[in-house]
């Protein structure tokens, strides 16, 4: 088994983009590997989840907005994920995920606990390998 190749260079030499680009993927392999290997995936630090009662003006629908805080993760295969502001949650990004993994789908509930207007969400919770 090979391992990654790092790259070298001699004084004076002539670098191609190729090489730079080579350099650069060497040490985000690196730091990857190092994180995948040597830390368990999870969240970092912040990533909470805050929820906002919102009407909507055209239609007086009551919604839940959902929004995910600052914060930083690493996922299974050692990518760091940073979220640098809070970023507001679309309902399409739970149909995205729910149409992908899910065959039924929970009620979404208001802050109240009351069934809300639209369509469920679902949310998962996976165990870590191991």
Same mark, same amino acid.
């Given at each position: ?16 983009? $190729? #090489?730079?680009?080579?350099? /650069?993927? =060497?040490?985000?392999? @690196?730091? *990857? ?21 919102? $009407? #909507?003006?055209?239609?007086? /629908?009551? =919604?839940?907005?959902? @929004?995910? *805080? ?22 399409? #990004? ?37």
């Amino acid at each position: 088994m090979t391992g990654p190749l790092r790259p070298a260079f001699h004084e004076g030499q002539v670098l191609a983009a $190729t #090489d730079l680009s080579a350099t /650069v993927e =060497y040490a985000r392999g @690196s730091a *990857a590997r190092h994180a995948r290997h040597l830390h368990e995936w999870g969240v970092v630090e912040g990533l909470g989840l805050a929820t906002e009662p919102r $009407t #909507d003006p055209l239609t007086n /629908v009551r =919604y839940t907005e959902v @929004s995910v *805080a600052v914060g930083m993760a690493v996922d299974g295969t050692g990518r760091e994920m940073v979220v640098t502001e809070p970023v507001v949650l679309r309902e399409s #990004d739970f149909e995205e995920v729910n149409a992908r993994t899910a065959t039924t789908t929970l009620s979404s509930l208001t802050r109240d606990g009351t069934p809300s207007a639209g369509p469920g969400l679902l949310l998962r919770q996976r165990a870590r390998p191991g």
